[in-house]
């Protein structure tokens, strides 16, 4: 293997283990965020009936705009979330096509040699 070809698959492991790394990370985020979002839904939903109640000195629609904010955030945070790991596949799909290439030349050049071999 010559070392441009270990270079690749270096490259190409790096990317991959990065990828894991990444969506590992993003499922234990999504594990404490998700009881957080829960927190956050149903604590005002609660609110929200003290509001229905008139038992309150605040605006209910200023709680709204309130979750209506924070539920932007999130989806902002996702949103850079999905752009991340589909700029990581992209480099990843472009190092995998170079090293099959890589790989075709290696093998076009072995079986070369091997035919010159048995020619001998």
Request: with cysteine; aromatic share 4%.
């Amino acid at each position: 293997m010559t070392d441009a070809t270990e270079a690749a698959l270096l490259g190409v492991g790096v990317v991959c283990g990065a990828l894991v790394s990444m969506l590992t990370l993003a499922g234990f985020l999504w594990r404490f965020a998700k009881p957080w979002l829960r927190e956050q839904i149903a604590d005002p939903v609660q609110v929200t009936r003290e509001h229905v109640a008139n038992s309150h000195t605040s605006n209910l629609r200023a709680d709204i705009d309130g979750l209506v904010a924070q539920l932007a955030e999130v989806r902002s945070t996702g949103d850079d979330t999905a752009k991340a790991v589909a700029r990581i596949g992209g480099q990843l799909d472009v190092h995998l096509i170079s090293s099959a290439g890589m790989e075709a030349a290696t093998n076009a050049r072995l079986a070369a040699l091997e035919s010159r071999q048995e020619q001998s």
